[in-house]
């Protein structure tokens, strides 16, 4: 198991979550790292006080993973008083030190602002941090990426870029972004109909899926389209589908 692999199992454990990436940190101190897995026993136990003190000591010796956790705690209130401006402190912590997830969380910040916490809205630091982030590999941060650059949020109208942001994104597995291009392909939305292409997406859309927290998001697009295909063209595109994991990989 790799390190990384090793802490995304963590953060599951510790009912957090962490994508699995490529991305590559600077190395934190070996103070920091003692501090992490100070924090991570400290936290196993129990003992969330100490954790987070402990994960802050890691976090301002370089380590992004425990500056993006402290973001989760803080985001959530488990272990500590919930706190949008601590929460969005140690994301901005984490996101300059390269986690992809942090500029993800960040740049949303940015996108939308927030008035609890003064932060006003700022597309352009949207734009470059998630840019960041859909560049380093983060498939939710190429599928929000498109979506500024199909919105026009921060950027003029980029149709093109948005839809290879969206292509990116698909090729990772990522079900939002599957499920716009099947929308996309379906109404035209900068690019042909094709509703052959539009339910390949879907079917794709429906076997990545966690049927948990994205069953209903596929059953509901399902049922709005499944009335627009003729007779024969569901197994046409769920042949189409099957290349698409052939050309892609299964995941």
């Known amino acids: 198991m790799t390190a990384f692999r090793r802490l995304a199992a963590l953060a599951a454990a510790l009912g957090l979550t962490l994508t699995m990436s490529g991305e590559v940190f600077a190395a934190p101190t070996a103070e920091a790292n003692a501090a992490f897995e100070a924090?991570?026993?400290?936290?196993?136990?129990?003992?969330a006080t100490t954790a987070v003190a402990d994960w802050d000591k890691a976090a301002e010796g370089g380590h992004a993973i425990a500056a993006y956790l402290l973001g989760q705690l803080y985001e959530q209130g488990k272990g500590v008083t919930k706190s949008e401006s601590e929460a969005f402190r140690y994301y901005k912590k984490a996101?300059?030190?390269?986690?992809?997830?942090?500029m993800v969380k960040a740049g949303l910040l940015y996108r939308d602002g927030n008035k609890e916490i003064g932060l006003k809205r700022d597309y352009e630091k949207a734009i470059e941090l998630l840019e960041k982030a859909a560049i380093a590999g983060s498939p939710e941060g190429q599928y929000r990426l498109a979506d500024m650059y199909r919105r026009g949020l921060g950027v003029p109208v980029g149709r093109s870029e948005g839809l290879r942001w969206l292509i990116l994104s698909g090729e990772k597995h990522y079900v939002p972004a599957l499920l716009e291009l099947a929308r996309i392909h379906f109404e035209g939305d900068g690019v042909n109909k094709d509703r052959i292409v539009g339910w390949s997406f879907l079917d794709l859309a429906n076997r990545y899926a966690d049927p948990?927290?994205?069953?209903?998001?596929?059953?509901?697009?399902?049922?709005?389209?499944s009335g627009w295909m003729k007779p024969g063209e569901t197994d046409e595109a769920r042949k189409a589908a099957d290349a698409w994991i052939a050309a892609h990989g299964a995941g």
Not at 39 to 47: I, L, N
Not at 97 to 102: E, N, S, W
Not at 212 to 225: H, I, R, T
């Open 39 to 47: 924090g991570v026993a400290a936290y196993k136990a129990g003992d």
């Open 95 to 102: 996101a300059a030190l390269g986690q992809m997830d942090a």
């Open 212 to 225: 948990m927290y994205e069953g209903s998001l596929v059953n509901k697009a399902m049922d709005k389209y």
